[in-house]
């Protein structure tokens, strides 16, 4: 499964690792996901989503019934 959060979008950032020496070597930097089940009150049952840290405060700050809908909207099948 890819690392990219289904409320904002986020990715993997990439980028290099310098070390002591200044040697360079590529990396990339992870978005915080998590694994969250949402109750969804308009259909009864829970939804599951993989959301970043900054996800799960939109959906505190909008709500998990306009987000639905706004996946839905794209064709995200939930």
Known sequence: MSAVCQVTGRKPGYGKQVSHSHKR???RWEPNLQQH???LPSENRWVR???SAKGLKTVDKRGI???V???RKKGVKI
Do not use: D, Q, Y
């Open 25 to 27: 070597t590529s990396r």
């Open 37 to 39: 089940r949402f109750w």
């Open 49 to 51: 989503l993989r959301v």
């Open 65 to 67: 019934e306009a987000i």
């Open 69 to 71: 809908a706004e996946l």
